[in-house]
């Protein structure tokens, strides 16, 4: 079907996780041909805009108050899976399609998706990038994001990290589009509040162990106590149970159990820009909850007590002038940002946020306006990765040329109503196995 003729723009955003769904439609929100974007995002679809939400159904599908958590709101959401996603793209008519999956989920879409589109002259433009900071797996990553006719860099450095990849294998590197995190935004930061509030914000995998988490949580509890004067706040993503973009074996909350924090400390959950609101210094091992506080100028620490280390994420930070270990906390460091670094990093400190994606828009408008779009070309294909794509694509029930597997859910009709009471007790099962089953054995094989 041709996207929509009206002034109404229609935007899909696929997610597979609650921080890739506040990604993909803050993204949509910011990318949206129209006013400028000056106030930033809503809390919803901009005026004119109609978005339309599908969650992949996964080990990471977000719950109810994980979505009421994000704070973006859409005017219809659903639960799919690959092959849902794709009948409803055939029989739907959108303008731009959002992609807010991890690489794997991506490349099965694209090639999903040049299918149910083939021959379609004014098919959606196809938008897709990260969540935050990329800091591993970079060419991986990106070859299965390419294909899309956006790919969106969220700095200028990574923009030049992203079109050095793309060359250096071969491939067409104009899709790539320096933009910056759609979820900046916020009052900058004016003084120190009363009380002083020092925010640890946690990463659901990183640190990895029991030892470096009762690590981190002993320090946070030691500075508090050190300084009964400030609040101290463990800031936390999910709760027992739910899931976010990476899977959380050892939850902070029940680890802080047995160490009889003082009154002074406090868990909280919600918004971080609202958390970020009373924050007068920011710690994390490497969040992308840094980046949104160097947006607002607010003190921030990236701390390098277990090491500055590719596997936490934080050698992303070197050069920062942020990184500072628990010690140095404890003694009244306050970190002072490198304005160079920051200025490479798509935190747009200086005021340019406005304007920081006038170029994807500007892309777009040019895109939807052409007559004859060409048909979506990823770089793997059965030729260049044979021993690689038919793997990527079969876990979404997918051929290599695009169609449903045989036996794939879903792909003939919609799902019954006992079908659809069957289908979410064994999703339940299966996260059930995924969230508790699982992680025990694996510490059981540990021993």
Not at 34 to 48: D, L, N
Not at 270 to 279: F, K, Q, S
């Amino acid at each position: 079907m041709p996207p929509s003729t009206t002034k109404s723009l229609r935007i899909a955003v696929l997610a597979d996780s609650d921080t890739r769904w506040k990604w993909g439609a803050l993204t949509a929100d910011r990318i949206a041909p129209g006013p400028s974007m000056e106030a930033g995002p809503r809390g919803g679809a901009q005026v004119g805009l109609a978005l339309d939400g599908y969650l992949l159904r996964g080990r990471a599908t977000p719950t109810a108050r994980q979505l009421e958590e994000v704070g973006v709101r859409a005017d219809s959401m659903r639960e799919v899976t690959a092959v849902e996603f794709l009948r409803a793209m055939a029989e739907t008519s959108y303008d731009i399609v959002v992609l807010a999956l991890v690489g794997g989920g991506v490349q099965a879409m694209l090639h999903g998706l040049a299918r149910v589109w083939d021959g379609l002259q004014e098919r959606p433009v196809v938008v897709t990038g990260y969540v935050g900071v990329v800091y591993e797996k970079l060419a991986d990553g990106l070859l299965l994001r390419h294909g899309a006719d956006l790919v969106l860099a969220n700095s200028r450095q990574d923009a030049e990290r992203f079109r050095a990849v793309y060359e250096g294998v071969g491939a067409d590197a104009s899709a790539v589009t320096e933009v910056a995190l759609p979820f900046l935004g916020g009052a900058a930061y004016e003084g120190e509040h009363d009380p002083y509030t020092v925010v640890f914000a946690v990463q659901p995998s990183v640190p990895d162990n029991r030892r470096d988490r009762v690590y981190l949580l002993e320090r946070l509890v030691q500075h508090a106590r050190l300084h009964p004067e400030r609040e101290v706040l463990l800031k936390l993503r999910s709760k027992p149970g739910e899931h976010t973009t990476h899977i959380e074996e050892l939850p902070y909350q029940k680890l802080i159990q047995r160490l009889d924090p003082p009154a002074n400390f406090r868990l909280v959950y919600g918004n971080m820009g609202e958390v970020l609101d009373r924050t007068d210094l920011l710690v994390t091992i490497s969040s992308t909850a840094a980046l949104e506080s160097l947006h607002r100028r607010i003190p921030t620490v990236v701390l390098s007590d277990l090491g500055v280390r590719e596997v936490l994420g934080n050698h992303h930070f070197v050069g920062s002038g942020c990184l500072a270990s628990w010690d140095q906390l404890d003694a009244g460091h306050r970190p002072v940002a490198d304005e160079e670094w920051v200025s490479r990093q798509g935190v747009a400190a200086d005021g340019s946020y406005a304007h920081a994606f006038d170029a994807a828009r500007e892309r777009i408008a040019k895109l939807l306006a052409s007559p004859d779009r060409p048909p979506l070309a990823p770089f793997y294909t059965p030729v260049t990765a044979p021993g690689y794509l038919p793997g990527i694509l079969a876990r979404h029930h997918l051929a290599t040329d695009g169609t449903p597997l045989p036996g794939a859910p879903a792909h003939d009709k919609e799902p019954g109503p006992v079908r659809q009471i069957v289908r979410r007790a064994a999703r339940g099962a299966y996260r059930h196995g995924v969230q508790r089953v699982a992680p025990v054995i694996r510490r059981m094989g540990e021993l």
